[in-house]
């Protein structure tokens, strides 16, 4: 028996807001682990927005009302190198809602193979967040937990498609930044 399922436009509302993040990396292949941190900024956008309409576009589909598009922003610092690596980015995901709790996510670009990507997604019993895509020569499976309010973790594992073998782990802690909400 399921009950109080947290419904995807919760999990995403809870999400919004800016996350500081402690990565750890573990490239099995290499028996190498990278740490950073990040600084996230997550927001809804408009599906009206042009890189959203572009998404759908190069998708080939047209978006519903029901579709919920969010950006995720990111400043961060690695200690992959002798000297920290400074990067950041964003990317748009759009979840289109099958039910209240699973459906397709589309990413202006990929996770783990930087292309244009879809995946599928559901969330648990347990209301955690589960997403899977499937690229050209890796899966990349994820799991997004709320441990309270302002603290979520994030588990993610990538294989490889060929023969299934677990090519890198990681997981990270996130903190909300409880000064952002004031604004």
């Known amino acids: 028996m399921t009950k109080n399922l947290t419904k995807i436009n919760q999990f995403i509302d809870k999400s919004i807001g800016e ?11 290499f028996q190498e682990f990278e740490n950073s941190t990040s600084k996230i900024n997550i927001k809804h956008i408009n599906l009206t927005n042009k890189k959203v309409v572009e998404i759908f576009k190069n998708n080939e589909l ?12 990111w400043q961060s610092i690695s200690d992959w190198e002798e000297n920290d690596i400074n990067e950041g980015d964003e990317t748009l995901l759009i979840f ?7 459906g397709i996510v589309l990413r202006n670009k990929g996770y783990t193979e930087s292309f244009i ?12 967040l589960h ?4 690229y050209k020569s890796t899966v990349s499976e994820e799991r997004v ?4 309010t302002h603290i979520r973790s994030r ?15 990681s997981h990270t802690s996130e903190i909300r930044n409880l000064a952002s909400l004031k604004d």
Not at 19 to 29: D, E, N, V
Not at 96 to 102: A, D, G, I, Q, R
Not at 131 to 134: L, P, V
Request: charged share 15%.
């Open 145 to 148: 937990s709320f441990l309270s």
């Open 96 to 102: 289109l809602p099958k039910n209240e709790n699973s």
């Open 131 to 134: 997403i899977k895509t499937f």
């Open 62 to 73: 047209s978006y519903n009302l029901e579709s919920i598009a969010i950006s995720i922003k």
């Open 19 to 29: 996350w500081k993040s402690i990565r750890s990396t573990h490239t099995l292949a």
């Open 155 to 169: 588990f993610s594992i990538i294989r490889n498609i060929e023969n299934n073998s677990v090519i890198q782990t």
């Open 117 to 128: 990507s879809s995946s599928s997604y559901f969330v648990d019993e347990q209301n955690n």
